[in-house]
């Protein structure tokens, strides 16, 4: 079974700041999302990737298949990225989706 | 395009009292999935399926049951419904694994409080 891992668990930043979330996982995978979720809100899927790097406005996500390592980067941090942030991974064969427990982003003006 | 629809929003249930969470895709994705969200904790998976006529257990199915007839709708059955399972439960779709995997898209959200 695949176990993820979040880190931090908490962070709070300043308006402007580049932000890091990682995420470890233990087994090999097919795919591995970022999603986030807003307070009382819905989840909302960001990226999907299996390799390399994916780069979304000022979201960019990277993966390292190797290592079994990813990473959420914010570019020019701002209030508005304020929300928890959640990694998940797919196992080849695997039919399930495994979540860590997320990283709660707070950013002040 | 709706997405993922979830009913009902929010619902209060009594104990021993049953009901069934309703979720509807329109994307045609094969795969669908039920979680909970406990607070401070990640999605645990209750129940999934890959297609119509197929289902399986996740990691906390005791208490749940679910069926699916069709590829849009996969509802969650709750009978005798306890403390334990106050929660916020979420709806999910994707078209695939493997070649066929695709980002996740998930319902609003239901928040059920059993008393």
């Known amino acids: 079974k695949n176990e993820v891992e979040q880190s931090p668990q908490n962070l709070t930043a300043q308006e402007g700041e580049f932000i890091t979330i990682n995420c470890s996982y233990s087994v090999g995978i097919s795919a591995l999302h970022w999603l986030q979720q807003h307070p009382g809100g819905g989840i909302v899927s960001l990226f999907m990737?299996?390799?390399g790097k994916k780069k979304h406005g000022r979201l960019i996500a990277t993966i390292n298949i190797q290592e079994k390592h990813s990473s959420l980067h914010i570019t020019a941090s701002h209030p508005r990225d304020s929300a928890v942030y959640i990694c998940?991974?797919?196992?080849?064969?695997?039919?399930?989706?495994?979540f860590g427990k997320g990283t709660r982003l707070h950013i002040l003006p | 395009n709706a997405g993922v629809t979830q009913t009902p929003k929010f619902r209060i249930l009594k104990i021993g009292q049953s009901m069934t969470l309703q979720c509807t895709q329109d994307m045609n994705h094969n795969y669908m999935y039920w979680y909970r969200q406990d607070p401070g904790m990640g999605l645990k998976l209750i129940y999934y399926s890959v297609g119509a006529g197929i289902t399986d257990k996740g990691e906390v199915p005791n208490g749940y049951n679910v069926s699916r007839s069709t590829t849009e709708d996969f509802p969650l059955r709750l009978e005798l419904a306890a403390p334990s399972q106050t929660s916020v439960y979420f709806c999910a779709s994707s078209l695939g694994e493997g070649p066929r995997n695709s980002p996740l898209h998930f319902g609003n959200g239901t928040r059920l409080t059993v008393t």
């Open positions: 998940a991974v797919r196992s080849p064969g695997d039919d399930k989706i495994i």
């Open positions: 990737l299996s390799s």
